[in-house]
Nanobody, 123 residues
């Protein structure tokens, strides 16, 4: 599975962005998908995850109520809608695929990773 993120950019605090992750391969619907982020000088952290079927969704407490993860298995796409962005959301955002059907908050459970897309939120 190859993953390519897009949709990052520069936005003012309070604004919105939608990240997309395009996956190659015919088995996209078998993978749970996750979004992680890494800010400069910090470890990579979990943001959101969605099970292979889309029936189970998980969020980090820091983004709950502001971010929404979704997927379109017919188009091999997963999205991260980010609203009410804060300066502390600034990071490189990574899309990842996991063989664990139900999804996971842990980066160790993800096998495939995209190259990342930069999100910068200005004050």
């Amino acid at each position: 599975v190859q993953l390519v993120e897009s949709g990052g950019g520069l936005v003012q605090a309070g604004g919105s962005l939608r990240l997309s992750c395009a996956a190659s391969g015919r088995t996209f619907g078998s993978y749970a998908m996750g979004w992680f982020r890494q800010a400069p000088g910090k470890e990579r952290e979990f943001v959101a995850a969605i099970s292979a079927s889309g029936g189970n969704i998980y969020y980090a407490d820091s983004v709950k109520g502001r971010f929404t993860i979704s997927r379109d298995n017919a188009k091999n796409l997963v999205y991260l809608q980010m609203n009410s962005l804060k300066v502390e959301d600034t990071a490189v955002y990574y899309c990842a695929a996991s063989i664990f059907y139900s999804g996971s908050r842990y980066s160790r459970d993800y096998t495939y990773w995209g190259q990342g897309t930069q999100v910068t939120v200005s004050s």
